[in-house]
């Protein structure tokens, strides 16, 4: 939803970590233009919407044909930094095996950590919910730990893939997770449970290596190299079942995709699409943007995938603020090393180019980013931190705005209240 306001004395709230910042905005600028995903109503019922889920699913075989009496089953969950209410969906998943006659100990649930950390104990029963967390074992996954890895195949662009060994002997892999647009991957969801979600970590490298490919964009998956290739790696596991969300800007579920994980990832895209897909008549002077809050905002390595978006809504000589708590910090060590020194652009690439590493990558998108427009960044974490990956900082979005018209005038702005989920699109005029 693009929204033009002429209002003086506008004040705007902004997400920030679990709170909000309310952001005044001067009444010199001629039109202020609000950025945000449409209006669509919620599940009501999300219970019934659920069951019908696992039992009525939009494409392929509902998940209690295919369960066996004795089988193992693992279930895919996405961890922290993903909203995603897993805690809601695996009672009736888990409740299905049983009544399947599959025992609770041979049921699994995997955290698709990818390259992030681990969870801890409370994080994993937040994420699983008390009850479930009792009854059946839930588990990181770890993708440096190569005796629980194992080689599935290689994929057509020449990716070793390795996936966790748990999944791999399982009779039937579920996976639950939520889609939105991904800055390099097209969107989430679906086929990222299992890549990067529960593998190897050089098969981790190899496949964010592909973002360098101009293809690898939000909202694209047609020809775009890294999804292809996380799609590939997938299907040497072949994942039985999928039960995707798509949730509104506050968090609430508008959708549920179930069924066959690729046919129904591609609803879901759809229905993104619709929904956080917003039109841009004209790029602006000035954006401000939230990354949208807690956990969108927990840490750097998160907050890039906002900055991304928020750059597309605004002029090559304009400026972007954006807010990030960053309550975990850089969120990766190798992230937080070259902020520490200050590489150049020049410098990342040349890294990046010669030996792809997870976290150098980050650098590398970010500074990247910074170079392209005078970026302003208002969080929690030691100035020297952004500032060493080309932020300007400020201890407010007041004084960003009042340092960034000390050097430039401001006519345009846009306004980003969730800008990790929110992808401007131009429209012809």
Do not use: W
């Not at 009496?69 to 922290?80: S, Y």
């Not at 010669?354 to 030691?382: M, N, P």
């Not at 340092?403 to 699109?425: G, N």
């Amino acid at each position: 939803m693009s929204k033009i306001l002429k209002e003086n004395n506008m004040k705007i709230t902004l997400p920030y970590g679990t709170s909000d910042k309310t952001v005044n905005i001067p009444d010199s600028f001629s039109d202020v233009q609000i950025l945000a995903p449409a209006v669509i109503p919620v599940l009501e019922d999300v219970q019934t919407a659920v069951r019908d889920s696992i039992n009525i699913p939009a494409a392929g075989t509902p998940l209690p044909k295919l369960l066996k009496p004795g089988e193992k089953v693992v279930l895919i969950i996405n961890d922290i930094t993903r909203k995603t209410h897993s805690n809601v969906f695996l009672p009736y998943l888990v409740d299905c095996c049983i009544e399947a006659g599959i025992v609770e100990k041979d049921i699994t649930i995997i955290v698709a950590n990818g390259a992030h950390r681990s969870q801890s104990a409370a994080e994993l029963r937040d994420l699983a919910g008390e009850n479930i967390y009792n009854r059946v074992r839930v588990i990181n996954h770890d993708c440096r730990d190569e005796s629980n890895l194992v080689h599935v195949g290689t994929t057509s662009l020449g990716n070793r893939v390795y996936l966790n060994k748990i999944a791999v002997n399982a009779d039937r892999v579920i996976l639950i997770g939520s889609i939105n647009y991904h800055y390099c991957a097209g969107y989430s969801g679906g086929r990222k449970s299992i890549v990067p979600g529960i593998a190897g970590y050089h098969t981790i490298e190899f496949n964010h290596r592909l973002m360098l490919d101009p293809n690898s964009q939000p909202g694209i998956l047609d020809q775009n190299p890294m999804h292809l290739d996380m799609l590939e790696g997938s299907e040497f596991l072949k994942p039985d079942f999928m039960l995707n969300e798509i949730v509104s800007d506050n968090g609430k579920i508008i959708a549920l995709v179930s069924g066959d994980y690729i046919k129904t990832h591609l609803e879901g895209c759809r229905i993104v699409d619709s929904v956080f897909g917003v039109p841009l008549k004209e790029k602006s002077d000035l954006v401000i943007a939230s990354c949208g809050g807690y956990p969108k905002d927990i840490n750097l390595y998160q907050t890039h995938k906002a900055l991304e978006n928020a750059l597309m809504a605004c002029n090559p000589q304009g400026t972007v603020i954006l807010l990030s708590e960053c309550i975990d910090g850089a969120g990766s060590p190798e992230l937080e090393e070259e902020a520490g020194r200050g590489s150049t652009l020049a410098e990342l690439e040349k890294k990046v180019a010669s030996y792809f590493q997870l976290g150098i990558h980050k650098a590398y998108k970010i500074r990247r980013l910074t170079q392209q427009r005078r970026t302003y960044l208002v969080s929690g974490l030691d100035p020297s931190i952004p500032t060493g990956l080309g932020f300007l900082t400020a201890p407010s979005v007041e004084e960003a705005l009042t340092q960034s018209l000390r050097s430039t005038s401001v006519s345009t702005v846009s306004v980003i209240p969730y800008a990790s989920i929110t992808l401007p699109r131009e429209v012809a005029s």
